[in-house]
């Protein structure tokens, strides 16, 4: 999945008074494990999903062993676990031969974390098809399938996030096919056309950050899963991203028991109510 692109989305965060739910640090620890990733030590990084702040950082883990992390709230986090590359790409190994200085190229797997201590302390991410640490490096961390153990808000956190994988992959199709025009036009001279093609490519390259089908899909997945406090974070998600609180309203109102706990629906009820 394409997750480090959500990272960079930018959220009106002072407007819907955002806070955390818990103080200080005394909050029971958590445990992690990453389980058959092809790599025996790694560095792990924790970002909140939606401030971005680094919560947890780590340098030579073992990864047959937990990883305790201390004072992480319930919430929602992105852990970046990266190694040094085993593949180098001849781009890089030219440029470090004129930096001496230049760190080493890391390679980065990005998974989303969902922490609720409701559903327990203990959280373990498996790895479930066999893949080299070389062909992940090429293909790219998409071609690793996950499977969350004993976390079920985890697995419909990850239903979510196909939603926006699946709109990326769009993206990357309309990215393709209007660089096909853009070149056509070049190629044959015409560059009226060609410059019109071109502002085309960038406008969907740089503004183009979901479409209907996404916008369905996160409807639908709330509409299915009411009760969830996950529902309440991604409806937050999409509508401080874009937004558009009457297109949202229903699908908002569908929310109800652990949902209505969730600290992201107070913020979207605390925008509602300032609409009226």
Request: glycine share 4%.
């Amino acid at each position: 999945m394409r997750l480090f692109q959500i990272l960079f989305i930018v959220f009106f965060c002072v407007a819907c008074g955002f806070e955390t739910e818990q103080k200080g640090g005394d909050v029971q620890d958590v445990e992690l494990q990453l389980m058959n990733l092809p790599v025996d030590s790694c560095s792990l990084r924790i970002n909140h999903i939606i401030t971005g702040e680094e919560l947890f950082f780590k340098e030579g883990i073992d990864l047959s062993k937990p990883i305790i992390l201390h004072g992480l709230e319930d919430d929602m986090y992105i852990a970046v676990f990266s190694w040094p590359r085993t593949l180098l790409s001849h781009q890089v190994v030219r440029s470090k031969g004129f930096d001496k200085e230049s760190d080493e190229d890391l390679f980065q797997l990005t998974k989303p974390l969902y922490i609720d201590r409701a559903y327990g302390t203990v959280y373990r991410i498996e790895v479930v098809n066999e893949v080299s640490v070389e062909e992940l490096e090429r293909k790219g961390a998409s071609i690793l399938q996950f499977k969350n153990i004993a976390c079920k808000e985890c697995d419909l956190a990850d239903r979510y996030w196909e939603a926006f994988s699946g709109f990326f992959d769009r993206k990357a199709k309309l990215v393709d096919s209007a660089k096909q025009e853009y070149y056509s036009y070049i190629d044959a001279n015409n560059l009226q056309k060609g410059n019109k093609a071109f502002l085309n490519l960038e406008e969907i390259k740089n503004h183009l950050t979901k479409d209907e089908v996404l916008d369905t899909r996160i409807q639908e997945l709330v509409a299915a899963n009411p009760e969830s406090k996950i529902s309440a974070f991604f409806l937050f998600y999409q509508l401080y991203n874009h937004r558009e609180f009457q297109k949202f309203e229903n699908t908002f109102e569908l929310l109800q028991g652990q949902g209505q706990k969730s600290k992201y629906y107070k913020m979207i009820k605390k925008q509602y109510d300032e609409l009226l």
